[in-house]
């Protein structure tokens, strides 16, 4: 009896996670499927959820206007240069805070920590008069700087927090075996921390991906990233609806997918290791 | 722990990051609080002038401050709000054995990898928009006059908007702090006969303390510097209804092109993050020393 | 090659002494023990032998020559460690392989000495595992395989039995020492464990606080040690300490008695006491015995001894095995 009561629970719990997690989840599977829908079934005053022509000219149309693609790729470049190079500058320093530790190691976390923390508003003018200044406004390699440097004190922190777990015994047993610094962290830490400077790196694209302060503000049509694209959907031209949803629905499944690859990391990454 | 040679090579190789953050950090900053000293208006170049604490004194004194000054807080307490309280919710609903746990959870988390802009846009048209928007076809359906979102209640409906990007961020670190409870304790509670309310109330709460210390804070730190939804949706409007302290700032640099007065606002703003950020760094770093 | 010279070395923690100033000579293809309590800094000397931390003052010179700030990498030395240290991402082979690329030798040569090395510790089997297949025993042989391929001057092993079970403990024990017969090559071996000092050693060195209390070989440091310090650490069960008022001829404080030289009788002798715990090892037995005014003794005796707890003794020592200590805990003459 216990037995069947217990089913009866689950089923009960499986229906409210199931309702609430699927309205949740609805604008999303909503703009999917708008997008195949056409202009004016989209708006239809009689919205049907998949009774309907599917069509895929949403997606030819938004295709069709070449920028997509421009954008698309600007979102790429940005989020995985900045990504990448992030790490370049971040494990070294990852390294040495975690494998030689000092007193002020801890505080110089605490500093990059809260370097996240300067409210982007806090140094927009400045920023947008140096990229004017230098010729940077509107271009890929200002957006990656600017990526790269918000994003730095993340991942020293995440790399931080994986390199801690691997013993020190290990890259000491690595010297004793003749390697050079460089050798020691080639052929052992690196692959070693090679899942947690995976993690590391699709949470720094995602988060680069969706940035949506610094790519409105710094860039036009030339380097906007998708973000800004889509943004300018908010002129009349979102009133078509399928094709603002197949625009949306290209930029988000993408990171959607890597996403929900990086759910563990996400929460040590974004908490900075104060939730594991 | 290391030698002389490695001690060495290690602050060699913190050179890179520690000197691009510093002057991430601190010339952009000092260029800020420099302007906000100046009268400098991008329209008239070469007219700068110090005019000591006028911009802040302008600035603070602005209706428009307080206003945005409020909705700050509006927006932030009431996102907070909404995604501790729905967050618990389904971190325990989630922790419940249940069928395609792992389905359930992806879609709970879909929103918080939707870029704002997108997120905004798809608020603001489809289930927004007072004559096409989904909301509006259900209220017709209803019988109701449709709720025009962003004129009625403009920064509710940010707030709403906001608060569904931000739902699965504070459910799935609460939901790995659930899972990290001890399940002996919950089953001596069981013994010692306690209910499920008092469970969660001294058990449940108390272990998730820290964690959702952790989503006030980060949330926080976010939240105070929300500007895609806001321009996407409202630009601010009606009036300042719906302007925060960052959309502020960024009409008065950019839009209007008051260097000075947007500096002044930007340390401002720079104050009340740290004064959250103190509280955040505290946590963290009690955190760091085990 | 492998002598090991250690030069008024001193270590500091910042302000903390870790080290005071040693001396020690490690002669070539000796097998050198040390013991010592915990945090007594047997694994900082044994880390800075290997070049893994600074030596704050001193010289440590290697095969005659200084090798105080050479590199870990440079110095020709191996090191087993407590926790195998092992490249989790790589294969038994891989691991072993690793010091011979570092050194850039022929590919040809690597396999042939894996080879070698894997049939001196039985590895060959396992060659193509990843470390997390392995057991502890495995591990442990592997992380010596990756030491002796390369044929150091002289290897370093800091605790390398200690999380092995207690039967797995006296087998690598024995290969160690078998290992060391046929390498003839310097061994430092740093452990807390009193049997594998006394068994392995060609001389123990006993640390406390820092310094060197004693070196010689294990008999020489049971028979004579230099002080109560060693004369307490070394031997198992332990010594018998007895407090005695000063002696007025050469200034004895103490005494002291191992377990094995007392003398047990029902009629008469120097202490009446009264049997506590009895541990009956089958070879042999200790009775701890309360003896008034004293603290409890520990007595050895034979494997068939036929008191039982409670039962009312009399001890002795033997005269001549008697340790007499002064004030400062320093061994004195035995004049008797
Ligand atoms: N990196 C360090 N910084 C400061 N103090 C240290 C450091 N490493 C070791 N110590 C201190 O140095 C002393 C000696 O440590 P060491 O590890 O050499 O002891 P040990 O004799 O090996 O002890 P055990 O038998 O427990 O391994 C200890 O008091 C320890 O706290
Ligand atoms: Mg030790």
Known sequence: MANNNSIKTKLIYTFIAWTISGLIFFPILWTLITSFKTEAEAISASPSLFMFDWTLENYEDVLARSPYFNHFWNSIVISIGSSILGLLIAIPAAWSMAFVQTKRTKNLLMWMLSTKMLPPVGVLIPIYLLFRDFGLLDTKVGLVIVMTLINLPIMVWMLYTYFREIPNEVLEAARMDGASIGEEILYVLLPIALPGIASTLLLNVILAWNEAFWTLILTAANAAPLTAFIASYSSPEGLFYAKLSAASAMAIVPILILGWFSQKQLVRGLSFGAVK | MATTNSRALARLMLVPSVVLLLAWMLVPLCMTLYFSFLDYNLLSPGTEEFIGFMNYEFFLTDPAFFESFFNTLLLVGGVLLITLGGGIGLAILLDQAIWGRNYVRIMVLAPFFVMPTVSALVWKNMLMNPVNGLFAHFANWLGMTPIDFFAQIPLLSIIVIVSWQWLPFAALILLTAIQSLDREQLEAADLDGAGPFSKFYYIVLPHLSRAITAVILIETIFLLSIFAEILVTTSGGPGYASTNITYLIYTQSLLQFDVGGGSAGGIVAVIIANIVAIFLMRLIGKNLED | ?336
């Open chain 3, 1 to 336: 090659m492998g002598s090991i010279h250690l030069k008024q070395v001193t270590k500091d923690f910042g302000d903390v002494s870790v080290i005071k100033p040693i001396d020690l000579e490690i002669k070539d293809g000796e097998f050198i023990v040390f013991v010592g309590p915990s945090g007594c800094g047997k694994s900082t000397l044994l880390r800075m032998i290997a070049g893994l931390e600074d030596t704050t003052s001193g010289t440590i010179e290697i095969d005659g020559q200084d090798a105080t700030t050479t590199p870990p990498a440079k110095r020709g030395l191996a090191m087993v460690f407590q926790s195998y240290a092992l490249y989790p991402h790589m294969s038994v082979r891989n691991n072993i392989a690793f010091p011979l690329k570092r050194a850039k030798i022929n590919d040809d040569i690597i396999e042939e000495k894996i080879a070698s090395v894997a049939k001196t510790l039985n590895l060959t089997d396992y060659l193509d595992r990843k470390p997390g297949q392995l057991s502890g025993g495995q591990r442990q042989r592997v992380a010596i395989g990756r030491a002796i391929v390369r044929q150091p001057s002289a290897f370093l092993f800091d605790e390398p039995l200690s999380n092995l079970d207690a039967s797995l403990r006296v087998n690598m024990r024995l290969e160690i020492s078998e290992l060391h017969k046929s390498l003839n090559t310097t061994m430092v071996y740093v452990t807390h464990d009193q049997v594998e000092a006394m068994t392995m050693a060609d001389r123990i060195a006993v640390f406390n606080g820092g310094i060197i209390e004693q070196v010689g070989s294990p008999l020489e440091l049971y028979n004579n040690p230099a002080n109560r310090f060693v004369a307490g650490f070394i031997g198992s069960p332990k010594i018998n300490f007895i407090d005695i008022e000063p002696s007025t001829i050469d200034g004895t404080c103490s005494l002291g008695i191992r377990p094995e030289h007392i003398e047990i009788s029902t009629t008469g002798g120097q202490w009446a006491g009264k049997i506590g715990v009895i541990e009956h090892l089958g070879s042999e037995t200790f009775l701890h015995v309360h003896v008034d005014g004293h603290d409890t003794f520990t007595v050895k005796t034979s494997g068939d001894c036929p008191f039982k707890y409670g039962d009312e003794i009399y001890l002795s020592p033997q005269k001549n095995k008697l340790l007499h200590f002064d004030a400062t805990g320093k061994t004195l003459p035995n004049i008797a």
